[in-house]
């Protein structure tokens, strides 16, 4: 399990990156520590790793730009962006170019602990799928399986967890998903997490998807409770 995850940790701040290090490893992680975006790529394009924790402000290349190079090569490693500041503009941008969580610096160890086991928390989906590797929607249609999809926008390779999200929703169609629901079965989170993750993804599925963001017909807001999702227009 943990003992077979390798990590890659993209830190160029030597007294953290050596906490951090220490810590995992005591977890069981396999862990690489690399200081530069640049490492992180060189590192990348010849050693598969089930997750990366990039350090937004980097020396050279920055985390954002090595999780956009990430994405448009068609890697899809799990990606936790450690910010400095935490602001929501940091966050969000980190989350817009392909990264699956964020943690604001200084920040608690176990927290990160946790968001690394629940970002590490695969799901087979060709094992567990139930029969629908590839769903059809308006206009969509995306192979669960690939984790492609084809929009009117065109060709969009996903992320692991946007498809472990879409595949949740999908089984699930027309059922509300509260936020409990959705953080603990997408991320690993307890139910009462505060976190702004859950509703930048739900931005993305629908920046997406739906033909006017702003009016949604499949990923619909139950205000206050969840998100319903819908096939055909709810």
């Known amino acids: 399990m943990a003992d077979a995850i390798p ?32 490492a ?9 790793c089930g ?13 954002l730009e090595v999780c956009r190079r990430l994405r448009k090569a068609g890697n899809q490693v799990a990606v936790l962006m450690l910010t400095a500041r ?19 610096k200084p920040f608690n160890l176990k927290e990160f602990l946790l968001r690394v086991a629940g970002l590490l928390r695969r799901v087979d989906w060709q094992s567990n799928g139930n029969g629908h590797n590839e769903v059809h929607f308006g206009p969509n249609r995306i ?11 065109g060709e969009l390779q996903l992320t692991e967890l946007e498809v472990k999200m879409l595949r949740l ?5 027309g059922r509300l998903l509260t936020r409990g629901e959705l953080l603990q079965s997408v991320w690993g989170m307890q139910p009462d997490t505060e976190t702004r993750t859950l509703d930048n993804f739900i931005v993305r599925l629908r920046k997406y998807f739906e033909p006017d963001p702003s ?14 999702f819908f096939r055909d227009e709810g």
């Open 143 to 153: 192979d669960l399986d690939s984790h492609l999809a084809m929009t009117s926008d």
């Open 7 to 38: 990590i890659l940790l993209v830190e160029d701040e030597p007294h953290i990156a050596q906490g951090l290090v220490y810590n995992l490893r005591e977890e069981g992680y396999q862990v690489t520590h690399v200081e530069s975006g640049e």
């Open 86 to 104: 935490g602001e929501e503009d940091d966050r969000v941008a980190g989350l817009s170019e392909g990264a699956d969580d964020y943690l604001a």
């Open 215 to 228: 009016s949604p017909r499949y990923f619909k807001t139950v205000r206050g409770r969840g998100y319903r």
């Open 169 to 173: 929703f999908i089984d699930n169609e």
């Open 40 to 48: 992180a790529l060189e590192h990348l394009q010849t050693e598969p």
């Open 51 to 63: 997750l990366v924790v990039l350090d937004l402000m980097l020396p050279g290349i920055d985390g």
